[in-house]
């Protein structure tokens, strides 16, 4: 599958690659920059309230690191009331202002991160990268979440290769609730500090109507007693230099984590 996808690789060149943060882009990064000629690679980070500063931080030292062209931008879709009003299909909204100003930024082939196991869930955003003649070297390849990781670990990506997968801020509120910035910073302070105390495997602050939902994954989550929750809940209510507080009257419930249950209103 690689030999495959080094393959698509030189056949699309030159390439503008959409670097997240994540482990898939910043492999599929690392790897077209090491296979394809010098200049026919270029990354594109697009910075906002959805992207959490340490992945920002991360594209910035591996594009260091391995010598990348790096374009840092802002794609503007805060601008978008589209996207800013929080439909179902927000990431479409937000993937059609990246790809859009990215494509503005150049002509080269604007390839995307997204693999296999994508295409099994609801992915409004692939419609926007189909209007942009997005590729997706991984789909074309046939390579799934775990043989990126595996394909990140060969490159030398170990840090990298065990990312724990982390959807947009915007991912975590409900579908309807207006995507504001002091919100996904909340969220972003939340999810340290919890990460922080409890070390999970896995936390989500969702934002719902009324509520802050914490989803954490079924082990962290058995092993807290009502007491816990309700000294953590103390806790985040008072959190230092979070800028944004949860809003007096806003209940705080611990939940099992679901795989986009922003989607749900519950």
């Known amino acids: 599958m690689e030999g495959r996808l080094n393959d698509i690789l030189r056949n699309v060149q030159p390439v503008a690659i959409a670097v997240s943060g994540g482990v898939d882009s910043l492999t599929l ?9 010098d200049g026919a690679s270029a990354m ?10 340490e992945a920002s931080a991360r594209v910035r030292a591996l594009a260091q690191r391995e010598g990348w062209s790096l374009t840092v931008f802002d794609a503007g879709e805060f601008g978008n009331e589209n996207y800013r ?14 790809y859009e100003a990215i494509h503005r930024l150049t002509d080269a082939t604007i390839l995307s991160g997204a693999n296999q196991d994508d295409l099994g869930e609801y992915r409004p955003g692939l419609e926007a990268a189909r209007l942009f003649r997005v590729r997706h070297p991984y789909v074309e390849a046939g390579l799934a979440k775990a043989d990126v990781r595996a394909l990140a670990a060969r490159l030398g990506l170990g840090n990298i290769a065990d990312l724990p997968a982390a959807p947009c801020l915007a991912s975590r509120v409900e579908s309807g609730i207006r995507i504001e910035a002091d919100t996904l910073r909340l969220i972003h302070r939340v999810e ?30 058995g092993q807290l007693s009502i007491d816990d929750q309700d000294r953590l809940t103390c806790h985040l209510r008072s959190l230092p230099d979070a800028g944004v507080a949860i809003p007096p009257g806003t ?12 989607f749900l209103h519950t």
């Not at 990064?29 to 000629?37: E, K, W």
């Not at 009003?85 to 990246?98: A, G, I, T």
């Not at 209940?251 to 922003?262: F, L, P």
């Open 44 to 53: 594109f980070h697009a910075v906002s309230p959805a992207v959490p500063e």
């Open 251 to 262: 209940a705080v419930r611990y939940e099992r984590y679901r795989v986009g249950s922003a």
């Open 192 to 221: 340290q500090a919890i990460a922080a105390s409890l070390k999970p495997q896995v936390v989500r602050c969702r934002v719902r109507r009324g509520a802050i939902v914490i989803e954490l994954d079924p082990q962290t989550l």
């Open 29 to 37: 990064a690392t790897l077209a920059h090491r296979v394809l000629p």
């Open 85 to 98: 009003s929080n439909p179902v299909n927000r990431c479409f909204h937000c993937k059609h202002s990246l």
